[in-house]
C-alpha cells in the first residue's frame, strides 16, 4: 500500500514523545512493506537526509506564525478547536491536495486531531487513520486547572469543551481512532453510548538498549521530557521546588538533571549551577540516563503512556512516578518493577531510599527493564496498525 502521513510537525530529529511515536508508527509501516509519503510542516531546515531513511517521498511547506495567529482566532470563533487552526493554513491544504492528486494513496495517517481539516478538504475521511495518541479532553481538564499564566489557563479552559465534542465526532466518523492507553479509550467511551467500534488501542513502545550499565552515579537523579510541553514544565518545578529540597536535606551532594528539548526560560532559571542542571537537547538520551541512580516522573497532568517512564525503564533505571502516569501502564508494580507515589514526602524519601540502597536500586532497575522488555516492544505494540476493526468495512 501507499500510505500518506500527515504531520504538523517535521518528525526528525526526534526530540519529543509526539516526534518519537509517529517516527516508530512510520518504521512499523515501512517494515510492512508499505510506501510512505510524508506531507509536513517544516519550521526551520528539515533533516531530509535522516527522513529518508524512513519515508520514500517527502514533501514539506514552512509554517507561517502569522497563518496560526489568523486561523486561530478564525477558528476559535467558529467554535473548532484552536489547535486545528493554529496548524491550518491554505499553503498546507494546496501541498496536500497535489500530493493526493499526483500519489493517490491507498490509506492516509493524521498525526493528531491537529491535521483532520486537511483530510475532510479532501474528503478522504474513510480512507483515514486518526494518530489521536491521548485524549486531550482529559488532558485539558487538568492543564485548565494548573497554574500558570491567566491567558492560558482560560484558553485551556475554552479549549477543553470544544475539543471534547471535537474528539467525540472524529471517534464516530473516521474508522479507526488510535490511542495509546486504555484509561484514554475509556474516558472518551463514557460519552460515546455504544459507538466506539473505530477506538483502537496501540500503546507506546521502546526501543530496548542492548545492554545496561552496572554502574552509575548514586546522587544523579534525572528527569526526561520535551520541555515545550507544560505538563513537563509543570513536573520539572514542581519537583525542583516541593521535592528535590526534601532529597538535599538527606542527601546533599544529590544533583538533579532536568532533560529535554527546548526549555523555557522559567525552566532555565531553575538550574543553579550546583545542584540543578537544565541540559536542553541531549541527542543520546539512553546514554546520558544509563547512569542515573533514579528517574523522576512527579507528573501531574497527562493522558496516556508517558515515554519517560519506559526510556528509563528499558536502562534498568528504577522509576519514582505519580500514580496519574502510572494507571495507563498496567503492568506497573509499585515496590517491585517502580515506585508510586502519591505526595511529596513519600516521593522524596522513596528516592532517598533507593540512593541509599544500592540492591534495591539495582533489583527494581532489573526489574523494570524486563517488564518493559517483556510487553513494550514497539513491533509488539503496532501490530495490525493499518488494519481498520472489524467491525467497519473498510480493511486494508
Request: a positive charge; charged letters at 25%; one cysteine or more.
Amino acid at each position: 500500500m501507499k500510505i500518506c502521513i500527515l504531520t504538523p510537525r517535521f518528525p526528525l530529529p526526534e526530540n519529543g514523545g509526539d516526534l518519537l511515536r509517529i517516527c516508530n508508527v512510520s518504521r512499523y509501516l515501512k517494515s510492512q512493506g508499505h510506501e510512505l509519503v510524508l506531507v509536513s510542516y517544516t519550521e526551520k531546515e528539515p533533516e531530509l537526509e535522516m527522513a529518508k531513511e524512513i519515508f520514500d517521498k517527502i514533501y514539506t511547506i514552512r509554517r507561517s506564525k502569522w497563518d496560526s495567529l489568523l486561523y486561530s482566532s478564525l477558528f476559535l470563533l467558529r467554535g473548532k478547536p484552536i489547535q486545528c487552526g493554529y496548524y491550518y493554513s491554505r499553503k498546507y491544504r494546496r501541498l496536500f491536495h497535489s500530493v493526493v492528486e499526483a500519489e493517490k494513496p491507498d490509506l492516509y495517517v493524521s498525526h493528531l486531531v491537529r491535521m483532520l481539516a486537511f483530510v475532510e478538504k479532501e474528503r478522504v475521511t474513510q480512507q483515514t487513520i486518526v494518530e489521536m495518541t491521548d485524549a486531550l479532553t482529559k488532558a485539558y481538564y487538568l492543564v485548565s486547572g494548573a497554574k500558570g499564566s491567566l491567558l492560558k489557563r482560560v484558553m485551556y479552559s475554552i479549549e477543553k469543551h470544544v475539543i471534547g465534542r471535537y474528539e467525540l465526532r472524529v471517534a464516530k466518523q473516521y474508522p479507526k481512532v488510535v490511542l495509546v492507553s486504555q484509561t484514554d479509550i475509556d474516558f472518551l467511551k463514557k460519552d460515546l453510548k455504544g459507538e466506539c467500534a473505530s477506538l483502537a488501542l496501540h500503546t507506546n513502545g521502546v526501543t530496548l538498549p542492548e545492554t545496561f550499565s552496572e554502574s552509575y552515579n548514586p546522587d544523579k537523579v534525572c528527569f526526561l521530557g520535551n520541555m515545550v510541553s507544560l505538563q513537563n514544565q509543570d513536573a520539572a518545578i514542581y519537583f525542583a521546588k516541593e521535592i528535590f529540597p526534601k532529597i538535599l536535606k538527606e542527601k546533599p551532594n544529590a544533583k538533579f538533571y532536568i532533560v529535554g528539548n527546548k526549555p523555557p526560560k522559567k525552566i532555565i532559571k531553575l538550574g543553579n549551577g550546583k545542584n540543578i542542571f537544565v541540559t536542553g537537547y541531549v541527542k543520546d538520551v539512553n546514554a546520558f540516563i544509563s547512569d542515573a541512580c533514579v528517574a523522576v516522573a512527579p507528573v501531574r497532568i497527562a493522558a496516556g503512556i508517558q515515554n519517560k517512564v519506559l526510556v528509563s525503564m528499558s536502562n534498568a533505571v528504577p522509576v519514582v512516578l505519580t500514580p496519574l502516569i502510572a494507571a495507563p501502564i498496567p503492568e506497573l508494580k509499585d515496590g517491585q518493577n517502580c515506585f508510586i507515589s502519591k505526595d511529596t514526602d513519600e516521593f522524596a524519601s522513596r528516592c532517598v531510599m533507593l540512593m541509599n540502597d544500592n540492591q534495591k536500586r539495582m533489583e527494581m532497575g532489573r526489574q523494570g527493564r524486563e517488564m518493559v522488555k517483556q510487553n513494550y516492544a514497539w513491533e509488539m505494540k503496532l501490530r495490525g496498525y493499518e488494519i481498520f476493526n472489524s467491525s467497519h468495512t473498510h480493511r486494508l
